[in-house]
Nanobody, 120 residues
Framework: QVQFVESGGGLVQPGGSLRLSCAASGIIFRLYAMGWYRQAPGKQRELVAAITTGGTTNYTDSVKGRFTISRDNAKNTVYLQMNSLKPEDTAVYYC??????????????WGQGTQVAVSS
């Protein structure tokens, strides 16, 4: 059974930091590209940060320089370090793992989400 379990969300003041973790089980973690998405109330889910199997990262413009995605293949875990948080970062954050298959399909899994609220 595949499980992605996120943790680390919570309430933080503007300018504060949080570290999200996503522990995966039931997959060969090192074969999956991993990403963090977020969805704010009334908005579409958006990609925040992603990391390839080789460790290449990319970020949406609004978080560049503030967020860092990393992965530990030995622990089957992907992290999102979030610094200098702003109220507009408030959202439910979701962990995603995806892998391209030889037949052209994509295998994809999602976590259940963790709430991040940035407010004074």
């Amino acid at each position: 059974q595949v499980q992605f379990v996120e943790s680390g969300g919570g309430l933080v003041q503007p300018g504060g930091s949080l570290r999200l973790s996503c522990a995966a089980s039931g997959i060969i973690f090192r074969l999956y590209a991993m990403g963090w998405y977020r969805q704010a109330p009334g908005k579409q889910r958006e990609l925040v940060a992603a990391i390839t199997t080789g460790g290449t990262t990319n970020y949406t413009d609004s978080v560049k320089g503030r967020f860092t995605i990393s992965r530990d293949n030995a622990k089957n875990t992907v992290y999102l370090q979030m610094n200098s948080l702003k109220p507009e970062d408030t959202a439910v954050y979701y962990c995603n793992g995806n892998r391209g298959l030889v037949d052209g399909r994509t295998r994809e899994y999602w976590g259940q989400g963790t709430q991040v609220a940035v407010s004074s």
